[in-house]
């Protein structure tokens, strides 16, 4: 790799801390596009529902709104938001930590193996508080 005529030196990844960091860019924009396109669905649905159309002579207000009470139930149930924010978050810990590995040899296989657990702690921070008294078990968990 050529940097204005300096060679730059990098230092390969290893495979599975590659693909960890390929499955954190994964889930975080899954949960993302999850979290817009079950919401504007939703949204969307809703709003028709209050125009009250008839289709084939029949009312179609309380089939979308149940459609639209689906989609904010799964919302509800899924919390795609709060699955985005710990992937991502996880994930560009884990991406700034691989481009200094790559790229910096002061940046030490401990280094990467702390910010992968540094992720890991992030994702199963955001799980505690979905189980519970999230305040109470949070709290106890940092300290």
């Keep these: 790799m050529k940097n204005a005529g300096n060679t730059v030196n990098t230092r390969t990844l290893p495979d599975d801390i590659r693909e960890r960091c390929r499955e954190g860019y994964y889930h975080f924009k899954f949960w993302r596009r999850f979290h817009y396109a079950i919401g504007t669905l939703g ?68 280094h990467l193996l702390d910010a992968i657990e540094q992720g890991e702690k992030l994702i199963s921070e955001y799980e505690l508080i979905t189980e519970g008294n999230s305040e109470t078990t949070l709290r106890k968990e940092r300290k």
């Design 43 to 110: 949204a969307a649905v809703s709003a028709i529902a209050a125009t009250d159309i008839t289709i084939f002579g029949y009312s179609s207000t309380p089939l979308l709104a149940a459609a639209a009470a689906v989609c904010f139930a799964i919302i509800g149930f899924a919390h795609p938001e709060r699955n985005y924010l710990q992937y991502v978050r996880a994930w560009r810990i884990l991406d700034i930590a691989c481009k200094r590995y790559q790229y910096d040899d002061q940046f030490s296989m401990k």
